[in-house]
């Protein structure tokens, strides 16, 4: 069975925090190699030097399978699990991604592009073909199209439609009213694949990426310490 780390080729730049020595100075440095910081580091390194700071682990080989969803969120503990607990500010015990990766390595793996309100209404003027090109790349690295739906998704999809939450769209990416069949990070052997792999397609002259690095704070100044 093919499993996403075979093609790990980030693993040439990634390094344990305490083994780094950062004698050096970058043009960005990001906190949090999650489902965001991925991507960004990914494509900022293209033209720019870039550090990207991960507080989890980088390699963890249960959460790849579908199968094992629930016991990835079951196992969740305070030391290094891929998920950790947490209260949410409303009191909800609920989980957090700690790994490379971040909550695409942990979550459902339903995908689906966001919806025109979003775009309309967050207060900047996008370039849509950028946004566009933006999607195709997330989705021909990482998306399947389901081939079928198994028995939860089908009775999900069933109860939808007979409650009202019209008309059946069938498969698309993008966000429309009613039913719809999203894409899934899982493909259809139930291997999941994370926006840790968009990392594959980082400039590695450019980029370092540390796990197990906990950013405690963030100290601005116009002080080079580098010289
Ligand atoms: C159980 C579950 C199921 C979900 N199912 C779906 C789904 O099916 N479809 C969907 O679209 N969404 C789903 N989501 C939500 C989705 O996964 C998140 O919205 C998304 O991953 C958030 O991305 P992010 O980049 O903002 O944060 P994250 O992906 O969480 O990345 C943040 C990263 O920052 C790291 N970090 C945090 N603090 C520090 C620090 N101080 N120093 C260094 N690193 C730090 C974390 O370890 C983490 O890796 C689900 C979420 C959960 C928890």
């Known amino acids: 069975m093919y499993v996403c780390y075979a093609d790990s080729g980030y693993l040439r730049f990634t ?3 305490t083994d780094f020595s950062p004698a050096k100075a970058y043009d960005y440095i990001i906190i949090g190699g999650g489902t965001a910081g991925c991507p960004l580091a990914a494509t900022l390194s293209e033209s720019y030097s870039v550090l990207l700071l991960e507080r989890g682990s980088s390699l963890n080989k249960s959460v790849l ?4 969803f629930f016991q990835t969120l079951l196992a969740a503990n305070d030391n290094d699990s891929p998920a950790q607990t947490f209260i949410s500010e409303d009191g909800l015990q609920i989980v957090r991604a700690r790994i ?3 909550g695409s390595m942990i979550n459902g793996g ?3 592009r966001a919806d025109d309100y979003s775009y309309d209404n967050a207060g900047i003027e996008w370039d849509m073909r950028a946004v566009e090109r933006a999607y195709e790349w997330v989705e021909n690295s990482i998306v399947t199209h389901p081939a079928r739906l198994n028995r939860f998704q089908t009775s999900l999809f069933n109860g939808l439609l ?3 939450v019209v008309p ?4 698309t ?5 009613g039913t719809k069949i999203g894409g899934s990070t899982f493909n259809d052997s139930g291997i999941r694949h994370g926006a840790v792999e968009l990392l594959n397609n980082a400039n590695p002259e450019n980029l370092d990426v540390l796990v197990h690095a906990m950013v405690d704070r963030v100290i601005f100044s116009t002080f080079n310490p580098l010289g």
């Open 168 to 171: 059946d769209s069938g498969f």
């Open 100 to 102: 490379l990766g971040g």
């Open 162 to 164: 007979e409650s009202g």
């Open 173 to 177: 990416f993008d966000h429309v009213q």
């Open 15 to 17: 390094y344990e925090a």
């Open 65 to 68: 399978y579908e199968s094992n």
């Open 110 to 112: 339903f995908y689906s």
